[in-house]
């Protein structure tokens, strides 16, 4: 089978439906797509979730011609839950710019992860930038500040429910790469008008500038904040 990657392969989980998807990770064309439905009374069941995709990763490689070895896994359901924390830094009257944000979010993120270390960080979101007493959405260019302070929001899932994931995966020499919130995803849908599986691809390569990655890319084009996760792993 062919080495090449340029494909990428979702995996929708939600309490109603069961979705695997590949699309074109250029043109966002749709290569493969099956779904299961589930009943409305149903619990989600890892039993479930194997014998589906027992049932679709030889086609979906077939179609490929060739491996799928890792996933993105769009969920829905109770698992995630919120973390918001706050920092303030002193920036001495210098400009503020990606650099002076390196230190302060690292700390954010180790503090969450020390915090709650029974939980995965799915997404690392800045929700407000608070700089000489001005609020600002997203980071001002070619201006000075004595102090600033960020506002970011963890979204978080139980390590427990992501072993699971793994486990069952490992079966098909698949790696979990990243896990999305459905919800979160969502709301770029109505803005953007694409699919969720699309947009899902599109957050990953930066959709959300105020989204630090937390997953290395391979993109040449890439955003202040997927390099910063590259400086710190």
């Known amino acids: 089978m062919s080495s090449e990657t340029n494909f990428e392969t979702y995996l929708l989980i939600d309490k109603k439906k069961f979705i695997l998807c590949v699309i074109h990770n250029i043109s966002f064309e749709t290569i493969y797509e099956d779904e299961m439905l589930l009943s409305d009374n149903s619990e989600f069941k890892f039993e479930m979730l194997n014998e ?12 490929l011609k060739n491996f799928v070895k890792d996933i993105d896994i769009i969920l829905d359901n109770k698992e995630f839950f919120s973390v918001k924390m706050s920092i303030k830094k002193n920036n001495y009257g210098k400009y503020i710019d990606s650099k002076s944000l390196l230190s302060p979010l690292n700390d954010l993120k180790n503090s969450c992860q020390s915090n ?17 007493d001005k609020n600002y959405f997203t980071l001002p ?44 995803v969502e709301k770029f849908i109505e ?5 969720i599986f699309t947009i899902a ?3 990953k390569s930066g959709l959300n500038e105020n989204e630090v990655s937390l997953v290395r890319k391979s993109s040449k084009n890439k955003g202040f904040f997927e390099k910063f996760f590259d400086f710190f792993n």
């Open 191 to 195: 803005e953007i008008d694409q699919n």
């Open 141 to 184: 260019k070619n201006i000075k500040c004595n102090f600033f302070s960020l506002d970011v929001n963890f979204i978080c899932i139980s390590n427990n429910f992501v072993n699971d994931l793994e486990l069952i995966l490992k079966k098909y020499h698949i790696l979990v790469n990243q896990i999305l919130s459905a919800k979160y």
């Open 116 to 132: 709650f270390n029974d939980k995965k960080i799915a997404h690392m979101l800045i929700e407000n930038y608070l700089i000489d």
């Open 201 to 203: 691809s599109r957050i």
């Open 52 to 63: 589906f995709l027992e049932k679709n990763i030889f086609k979906i490689e077939k179609t």
